[in-house]
């Protein structure tokens, strides 16, 4: 007899289901129903999914996500995660798929970046590559690590090497081509053709054709290499640029940018492109980092959009907040947030307390950067969003969404950061058990700030955190 029919005759089950509820309760806020770029997302543990310079790679009919796990103290390699899903939307954590080695090039104090994953079609192995340094980004190379299992735990095995020597270049990103064959890709252009092992690289089919070009990416749409990158501005966001070629061998052509400039490409960095292929196209997920340092494990978000792609064409010309695709069509549909709406003045449902500004100009927006003050949102649904002002003097919002009991759902960190100024969607909860909560927003009296490896510094110069509008889901 199995546990559960013993525990369904000595009554326990009743208390084994209970037990088990309550865990996957207080684990699982909620779910997910669409994509949702610039703000933070929950996994199945509750926790802010942490995986940026990521990758996605499809294995039996799954999607996992390769990325940077992350602190918000310091840039010191923790290890690259591993999330797994089956709608791109709803993130499982699987587990670190590389961790901090004991000693050497990925131990302590080290930086590791933009892990990519591809499986090797010959060898049927998981090759996980990506860029090795010092915390001062003086001792740079591509490495690589095995698994026999996609979520690993992988082995390091140091250098990926080319003509018996180290590939000494930072920013990487991948390519497999339609006949599986695997690509390095590196900032400026460079593309090295790996040996059929994956572990070494065969050739050098490109040479950067450029400078800077950093977080390099390309994708293939029948028979056109798109080829994406961004300028070097650290982890500043600006407006990235593409070149397409009818081989890998170029020659490359520069197509520009690929969204609308100043927009900085919707304030994010590019990491990959995804073809989603189903039954009826193919729709590109373009995948994009939003950094907030030194935060970056809790206040760094996703911009993931649908890319346009038509003939030598790329662009994402309008920023989507919401959007839904199908796996398996593959098509790419759009979504919406909330329906009821709550002005920023409603005093039935918001209580400010400390200094708080009410704009009158046409933002607004009610702001403040006095630290510990903080609005609270009584409600009752299942889902709330919050739509605040960001811009260059923008600081960290504490938000946490409290049950009826005071009991903590979530707690999120949000940075309110953009070089320009931007009302947008900063924080949009999963969708709980319908019921009375209230969401609490506070000013930290904290801002993300940072130096680049010339020493030039960037980030934000305020505290300041603000409310435009709330919308709830009933
Ligand atoms: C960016 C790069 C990131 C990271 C960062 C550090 O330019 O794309 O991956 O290295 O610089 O400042």
């Given amino acids: 007899m199995n546990f559960i029919s013993k525990s369904i005759i000595n009554g326990s089950f009743i208390i084994f289901l209970l037990i088990a509820f309550h865990i996957s309760i207080a684990q699982r806020p909620g779910s997910y129903n669409a994509i949702y770029s610039g703000v933070p997302w929950l996994d199945d543990k509750g926790n802010v999914v942490s995986a940026h310079g990521a990758n996605i790679v499809k294995d039996n009919g799954r999607y996992y996500l390769f990325g940077e796990a992350h602190t918000d103290t310091s840039n010191a390699f923790v290890g690259f995660n591993c999330y797994s899903s089956p709608d791109l939307y709803n ?15 990925l131990g302590p104090n080290r930086v590791g970046e933009r892990p990519k994953v591809m499986k090797c079609p010959k060898t049927g192995e998981y090759i996980m590559y990506m860029h090795v340094d010092t915390l001062g980004y003086i001792d740079q190379f591509v490495g690589y690590a095995t698994s026999k299992t996609i979520t690993g735990p992988y082995v390091f095995k140091g250098p990926l090497l080319f003509n018996g020597k180290p590939v000494k ?30 572990k070494s690289v065969s050739e050098q089919v490109n040479k950067a054709m450029t400078s800077g070009f950093e977080s390099p990416a390309i994708f293939r749409k029948d028979s056109i290499y798109y080829f994406l990158g961004s300028h070097l501005t650290s982890w500043e966001k600006n407006d990235n640029y593409y070149y397409t070629a009818t081989s890998l061998k170029g020659p490359w052509t520069s ?95 918001i209580t400010y307390s400390g200094n708080w500004q009410h704009e009158s100009d046409s933002t607004s927006v009610s702001s403040s950067d006095e630290k510990g003050a903080s609005l609270s949102v009584k409600f009752r649904g299942t889902q709330i969003g919050l739509y605040g002002l960001s811009g260059p003097t923008g600081g960290y919002a504490r938000i946490n969404l409290k049950n009826t009991k005071g009991k903590m759902v979530l707690s999120s960190l949000v940075d309110m950061y953009t070089k320009y100024p931007l009302v947008s969607l900063q924080f949009l909860s999963p969708f709980v058990p ?24 960037y980030g934000s110069t305020g505290n300041l955190v603000s409310l435009d509008k709330i919308f709830i889901n009933d």
Avoid: C
Wanted: net charge positive; aromatic share 12%; charged share 20%.
């Fill in 91 to 105: 993130w499982k954590f699987e587990r670190i798929a590389l961790p901090v080695q004991a000693s050497g090039k």
């Fill in 169 to 198: 270049k930072w920013d990487m990103g991948t390519f497999q081509d339609k006949d599986g064959t695997g690509y390095v890709l590196l900032h400026g252009g460079d593309i090295y053709k790996l040996s059929d092992d994956y």
């Fill in 255 to 349: 197509r520009g940018l690929f969204a609308p400039e100043g927009t900085l490409t919707w304030n994010s960095q590019t990491t990959f492109v995804l073809p989603i292929e189903g039954s009826k196209e193919t729709t590109y997920l373009f995948m994009g980092d939003r950094w907030s340092f030194p935060k970056q494990a809790s206040a760094a978000t996703y911009v993931w959009q649908p890319l346009i792609v038509s003939g030598t064409s790329l662009s994402i010309p309008k920023f989507r907040e919401a959007w839904k695709i199908n796996t398996s069509t593959g098509v790419a549909l759009p979504s919406t947030i909330g329906k009821k709406t709550i002005e920023n003045t409603d005093n039935r449902f």
């Fill in 434 to 457: 319908k019921g009375n909560y209230t969401l609490t927003v506070s000013v930290t009296g904290e801002h993300g700030n940072w130096s680049d490896k010339r020493k030039n510094v």
